[in-house]
């Protein structure tokens, strides 16, 4: 009874004594103290939760001490029962954690990463990755010995990358005859204090990864603007500054936790393995794959992993970006058709390129303009030959006419496949089924067992294809594609409050990338955009067209100065006008070859000043300039160097009630323009000079 009563008394000390007593080969609690424990006071115990939380910092965490060993708990009490023996199994509460891959510092902004089979390393940052010995896969693409170096990008705005070492097929051969090869392969890349630690800790089917530190103009263009240089590298205090965090820092990456990393879905893993398994025989031809779904569920990071994965059976594969907002390899607004040949690590900002067909829209959204949408997706896939396998990116937009619109677009581009994302957190989109597109009315096309009276057929949009001359005399015939359906569980930290401000982040992002063209490859120095010399445009030279609004002529050169331009190549021959500007008076549908800021008009020399990274021998085709919704990022404006006084094309006192002036102020107006209009806040002041 008293032994009860005195641990009633002592119950609430028992949480910190247990935890005491886990941690007791961590702290190395003496006897005295080890007595009193039941008895601490106040000050005691918060003494002692410090002792604890500093051991824990130190890597010694109590909850999982039975799965650490320390020289103390090494030490055998002398009362203490004989230990086991060597070969007895691991306790049941000690679950067996893979050994952490070995990093080794190998010059300034080097290091070795060695893998074992079946392991990954999740980093954030960029780098130069070069497989010595074995093969690693990174966002589906697989990299093995011999293959040229490989530019990675792992950014804070996606999903961190992981290089994994994957399974690859040897020769029968003893370990030590694998060793003697791997050393003889390691001679001309390493000293022989490298190879001699790889060599100790190699082991049968392991990968070894040489990390180089990268620096490419676009990065150095990017880092160099305030706020942007945490989109590759976060700084974050750590306790533990061991040599794998001094290598990784001099490489310019830092480790990341596995959770952080990418993970698909056994289902989107499936997907991917059926649609390579297709693309890769060539009975079926060349399969159209169109992947659609809501916001944010994974559709872009679906369709990087896919094109690795084909580039790693085949040697091209086309894409067709039907995504105005988030494009893939081109700044915002435009709708464009592209041959990939090389991997595609990164984000888009990091891999801008130039399309074989690509038209400016001029907006980040198609809405209250479909049908220029549809005519402007139809005219860049009358470019597509089906001499490799197509990528269809979609719009996010999948409700109500975005629905209607999708299943234009299923006639339209006749896929043979159709993969369908959906998740627990989106929107309801029903399975877009062959049978369910049959029957559906689309906005501008008709269903088969319904008849519209608006809207044209689709042998309107077919007629106008052209295919190639063996296509021509035996066409392909669509019978209905193939439904595959993909459950995501796509985390991300978008939500619907700050997904217009995250969206708008990447496609400044984008617009940077694209504006890192004209710098000077490294090692030069960066040379601000105010200090580049531009093309000196003539007023007689070019068109103008303002696509997203309306503009009184007298403001046109308003609106023009300090945008950016869509340099395009109309049919219309512009020559002959003996001054200018010259105004177009309807959106032309036409050939864009690049984008460039119109940094100055010299209204006495008659002169646009165009700063653009198209190379000259493609300016000789431009004819056209058209402005849209998207603006120059003001980090371009504001943030430049070696300016002095007041920043040109910057004020606080903007008439935003000049037509023009912003992408809502001086549009049409219609009733559902008039319900989502939003007072502007510009900033930005266009001057001629």
């Not at 641990?7 to 080890?34: C, D, E, F, I, M």
């Not at 780098?127 to 697989?142: A, I, M």
């Not at 890349?189 to 190879?195: F, I, V």
């Not at 088969?448 to 042998?459: D, E």
Request: hydrophobic share 35%; net charge positive.
């Amino acid at each position: 009874m008293a032994d009860a009563q005195l641990l009633l008394k002592r119950g609430p000390s028992r949480s910190t004594w247990l935890r005491a007593r886990k941690a007791r080969p961590q702290l190395v609690l003496s006897r005295r103290p080890r007595r009193r424990l039941g008895t601490l006071r106040w000050c005691g115990r918060r003494r002692l939760r410090r002792r604890l939380l500093q051991a824990q910092a130190a890597g010694a965490d109590w909850r999982e001490s039975g799965c650490l060993v320390s020289r103390s708990a090494a030490r055998r009490p002398k009362t203490a029962a004989p230990s086991p023996a060597p070969a007895a199994a691991p306790a049941p509460s000690c679950p067996t954690t893979l050994p952490i891959p070995p990093v080794r510092p190998a010059g300034p902004g080097r290091a070795l990463l060695l893998l074992p089979r079946d392991q990954g390393f999740t980093f954030s940052g960029i780098c130069r990755v070069t497989c010595l010995y074995g093969q690693v896969q990174v966002l589906g693409y697989t990299i093995s010995q011999g293959h040229p170096a490989q530019d990675v990008f792992s950014t804070y705005t996606h999903s961190r990358l992981t290089i994994n070492a994957v399974h690859y097929s040897v020769p029968e051969k003893s370990k030590k005859e694998v060793k003697r090869e791997a050393r003889a392969l390691l001679r001309s890349h390493l000293n022989r204090d490298d190879r001699c630690w790889l060599m100790k800790n190699f082991s049968p089917l392991c990968s070894i990864v040489m990390l180089e530190q990268l620096r490419t103009s676009t990065v150095n263009f990017l880092v160099s603007h305030p706020g942007l240089s945490y989109v590759f590298v976060q700084e974050s205090p750590t306790f533990q500054i061991n040599s794998e965090h001094l290598a990784l820092r001099s490489v310019g990456i830092k480790r990341e936790k596995k959770k952080n990393g990418l993970r698909l879905t056994e289902s989107a893993l499936s997907a991917m393995e059926e649609l390579v398994t297709v693309s890769c025989e060539e009975v079926d031809g060349c399969p159209v794959i169109l992947v659609c779904g809501s916001q944010d569920v994974g559709k872009s990071t679906f369709n990087r992993y896919l094109i690795n994965q084909l580039l790693n059976s085949i040697s091209c594969v086309d894409y067709l970006e039907c995504d105005l907002g988030q494009t893939e390899f081109t700044p915002p607004g435009c709708i464009s058709l592209l041959n990939i040949t090389e991997p595609i690590l990164g984000p888009p900002f990091t891999h801008q390129r130039t399309p074989q067909k690509m038209v400016y829209y001029g907006k980040p959204s198609c809405k209250n303009n479909y049908e220029n949408y549809i005519e402007i997706i139809q005219y860049v896939f009358s470019s597509y030959k089906r001499e490799a396998p197509l990528i269809v990116n979609t719009m996010g937009w999948v409700s109500d006419n975005g629905l209607l619109l999708l299943i234009d677009l299923i006639r339209l581009l006749s896929p043979s496949h159709v993969v369908q994302f959906s998740s627990g957190r989106s929107k309801y989109m029903p399975n877009l089924t062959p049978d369910y597109v049959d029957d559906m009315d689309g906005l501008y096309t008709k269903s088969k067992s319904r008849i519209r009276n608006r809207g044209f057929q689709l042998a309107e949009f077919t007629e106008s294809l052209e295919f190639a001359d063996e296509e021509k005399e035996s066409p392909v015939v669509f019978t209905g594609h193939k439904l595959i359906c993909v459950q995501s569980d796509f985390a991300f930290r978008k939500t619907p409050r700050n997904r217009e401000s995250h969206n708008k982040v990447l496609r400044d992002l984008a617009v940077l990338g694209y504006l890192g063209q004209l710098q000077p490859p490294v090692p030069k120095p960066l040379y601000p955009l105010h200090g580049l010399t531009p093309y000196q445009v003539p007023f007689n030279a070019v068109a103008l067209r303002i696509t997203h609004a309306d503009v009184a002529p007298t403001h046109i050169l308003y609106a023009v100065n300090a945008s950016w331009v869509g340099l395009c190549k109309i049919l219309d021959d512009v020559r002959g006008y003996a001054n200018g500007p010259i105004l177009l008076a309807q959106t032309p549908i036409c050939d864009c070859l690049g984008f460039g800021i119109c940094r100055g008009i010299d209204m006495e020399k008659r002169l646009y000043h165009i700063l653009t990274p198209v190379p000259p021998e493609e300016l000789r085709n431009v004819n056209c300039l058209l402005v849209g919704a998207i603006s120059i990022p003001q980090c371009v404006f504001k943030s430049q160097r070696g300016l002095e006084g007041t920043i040109p094309y910057v004020t606080t006192d903007y008439n935003s009630k000049l037509p023009g002036a912003s992408e809502k102020i001086g549009a049409r107006e219609t009733e559902e323009t008039r319900e989502e209009k939003v007072h502007p806040k510009p900033k930005l002041y266009r001057k001629i000079n």
